[in-house]
């Protein structure tokens, strides 16, 4: 006698299952979180139950969940997505893209930069082009738009102009590697899986954690043709997106991390 096939787990249930192992709760505790009860959340993940968009919502709330895993979880329950997802170029976008505009321009004489959550760069002010053009940075080897971890890290990037690269790398990956954990993305995951290809890499990303830096904040600096630049940076993301697009989007601003930096950029300015 053949024993009974055990049903699928459905889509819903494995997302919410994963996404809660993420977060670290128990189905006590996001039951709890999300006003529901341990008995239905554990009748959803297993498919015996289907959960309404409200309380979908009220998971994803309790589960801090970006609006892209957002949209995932209503299209496994078999709802629409909520949360649109666009170009910048989208004529919605006019009022946003005159905000990121002031933002860049305000950064001058200081490098600043837009990027999304896979590091794709979308926007750059005068100085950052004119940064990343004095450091000899070529064209590199990648799907879509110039991406600046690979600007950082590739080996025909921007390696050779950085100043203990294997250090500056650490904190590329770190950084990314962090996000990763706490907002998921596949972009992202992509991108961290092609950079451990890299030849060189550092294959202990907490080797000099030990050593410190001088100033409160890490730095990375850059030197070429005898010019040296220190920086650190600083992110901004919008408060209350309501778009995919958006909600991925920071803009990176970078600071002198030294005197001698803060001279030489008033000086190019004039």
């Known amino acids: 006698m053949n024993a009974p096939q055990r049903k699928p787990t ?12 993420t977060a670290g709760m128990s189905q006590l505790d996001l039951a709890l979180a999300a006003e529901s009860s341990a008995r239905h959340l554990s009748f959803v993940e297993t498919g015996r139950a289907k959960p309404s968009p409200a309380l979908l919502a009220r998971i994803a709330e309790a589960l801090d969940l970006p609006l892209r895993d957002r949209n995932a979880l209503l ?13 910048l170029d989208d004529a919605g976008f006019d009022v946003v893209r005159r905000a990121l505009d002031h ?10 930069l837009v990027i999304n959550a896979q590091w794709d760069l979308y926007m750059a002010n005068a100085p950052a082009t004119a940064l990343i053009d004095s450091l000899g940075m070529n064209d590199l080897p990648g799907p879509g738009a110039p991406n600046l971890a690979r600007m950082l890290l590739h080996p025909d990037g921007l390696r050779h102009a950085m100043v203990d690269w294997e250090h500056a790398a650490r904190i590329v990956i770190r950084r990314a590697r ?58 901004t993301t919008f408060g209350t997106p309501q778009d995919v697009t958006l909600q991925e989007l920071s803009i990176e601003t970078f600071f002198p991390a030294d005197d001698a930096t803060e001279a030489a950029v008033r000086a190019a300015a004039g």
């Open 10 to 21: 459905p889509e819903i249930g494995r997302l919410l299952r994963d996404y809660r192992a």
């Open 75 to 87: 299209l496994a329950a078999g709802f629409a997505p909520r949360y649109p997802e666009r170009t």
């Open 178 to 235: 962090n996000e990763q954990l706490h907002r998921p993305n596949e972009g992202r995951r992509r991108l961290l899986e092609e950079i451990a290809t890299y030849p060189g890499m550092p294959t202990d990303l907490y080797d000099d954690e030990d050593e410190g830096d001088p100033l409160p904040v890490l730095t990375v600096t850059f030197e070429r043709d005898g010019v040296r630049s220190s920086w650190f940076t600083m992110i």
């Open 103 to 112: 933002l860049l321009r305000a950064q001058v004489p200081y490098p600043a």
